[in-house]
T-cell receptor
Framework: DVKVTQSSRYLVKRTGEKVFLECVQD?????MFWYRQDPGLGLRLIYF???????EKGDIPEGYSVSREKKERFSLILESASTNQTSMYLCASSLALIFKTRQTNTGELFFGEGSRLTVL | GNSVTQMEGPVTLSEEAFLTINCTYTATGYPSLFWYVQYPGEGLQLLLK?????DKGSNKGFEATYRKETTSFHLEKGSVQVSDSAVYFC???????????FGRGTSLIVHP
């Protein structure tokens, strides 16, 4: 069974702490994503990665960084946590889109169960 | 860029009622269209998808038809159950990008 695993379901941190959220997928997917989910705002893309050591900013990258040293692992880092980063964080992965044969895959995302972070 | 508009919730229904959740989108090229569902306390999972015009995606009694002329992908179910209570997200992916655009989600609450 395919799986995206997020290391922590619930975390409570203090303002100014450095926070690591880890995500591992076992599907050999090229693409990995970090979203945050807030009531009334839906899902917002923080960062994504289309290959090892590659990363691209999403819609709301400020205050976050990411690391992808291995294909299966994508980490989200909050260098100095703030209360406005209290949220649900969702990791996802997908196959690469092959542009020459764009029907190769439909781009379905596979999500982890989420990490609910509270910053006090 | 792509955008998607979903009807706002919550949608509250009695068991066995008919469900429609509207979704319209803008996208370049020929997007693939997805509905994801999020059950309480869980991440999102794919509910159904359609990859070209007039395709109908279906799963678990839910259906949605890819309407290119109206750029819509409305989700329907003929008879909802309490277990369908969840948040539903419409998500087109198009323009050569592998990144879908998510709607804000529609919460569905089904009462016995």
């Amino acid at each position: 069974d395919v799986k995206v695993t997020q290391s922590s379901r619930y975390l409570v941190k203090r303002t100014g702490e450095k926070v690591f959220l880890e995500c591992v997928q076992d599907m050999d997917h090229e693409n990995m994503f970090w979203y945050r989910q807030d009531p009334g705002l839906g899902l917002r893309l923080i960062y994504f990665s289309y290959d090892v050591k590659m990363k691209e900013k999403g819609d709301i990258p400020e205050g976050y960084s990411v690391s992808r040293e291995k294909k299966e692992r994508f980490s989200l880092i909050l260098e100095s946590a703030s209360t406005n980063q209290t949220s649900m964080y969702l990791c996802a992965s997908s196959l690469a889109l092959i542009f020459k044969t764009r029907q190769t895959n439909t781009g379905e995302l596979f999500f982890g169960e989420g990490s609910r972070l509270t910053v006090l | 860029g792509n955008s998607v508009t979903q009807m706002e919730g919550p949608v509250t229904l009695s068991e066995e009622a008919f469900l429609t959740i509207n979704c319209t989108y803008t996208a370049t090229g020929y997007p693939s269209l997805f509905w994801y569902v999020q059950y309480p306390g869980e991440g999102l999972q794919l509910l159904l998808k359609a990859t070209k015009a007039d395709d109908k995606g279906s799963n678990k009694g839910f259906e949605a038809t890819y309407r290119k002329e109206t750029t819509s992908f409305h989700l329907e179910k003929g008879s909802v159950q309490v277990s369908d209570s969840a948040v539903y997200f419409c998500a087109p992916r198009g323009g050569g990008s592998y990144i879908p655009t998510f709607g804000r989600g529609t919460s569905l609450i089904v009462h016995p």
